[in-house]
């Protein structure tokens, strides 16, 4: 079973960084693809990032690309978002999420999510 938990929000000032790790206490990562996606305030879930169950293959959201890098070691069945340049509106729920089939960046591909962790970037 697949039990996503999220970690490393918080405030950061503008151009500042952040690291989001998501660890799977099912120990079964490493079988999925996995995604990220945001949601802020009054608006959808969107995607941000995605990274193939080997890591070989990433898709990023345009409005993150060169500023954010997904990663994961599937010996630790953990996957990291590393967020550079942030922007205040980057501030958002950011979920962790596991899936395998369709597309990479579609919610609707994925099966398991975790619970969130806030991120706030102060101006």
């Known amino acids: 079973q697949v039990q996503l938990v999220e970690s490393g929000g918080g405030l950061v000032q503008a151009g500042g960084s952040l690291r989001l790790s998501c660890a799977d206490s099912?120990?079964?990562?490493?079988?999925?693809?996995m995604g990220w996606f945001r949601q802020a305030p009054g608006k959808e879930r969107e995607f941000v990032a995605a990274i193939s169950w080997s890591g070989s293959v990433t898709y990023y959201a345009d409005s993150v690309k060169a500023r954010f890098t997904i990663s994961r070691n599937n010996a630790k069945n953990t996957v990291y978002l590393q967020m550079n340049s942030l922007k205040p509106e980057d501030t958002a729920v950011y979920y962790c999420?596991?899936?395998?089939?369709?597309?990479?960046?579609?919610?609707?591909?994925?099966?398991?999510w975790g619970q969130g962790t806030q991120v706030t970037v102060s101006s």
């Open positions: 999420a596991a899936g395998n089939r369709g597309d990479y960046r579609d919610l609707r591909s994925y099966d398991y």
């Open positions: 099912g120990r079964t990562v490493s079988n999925y693809h």
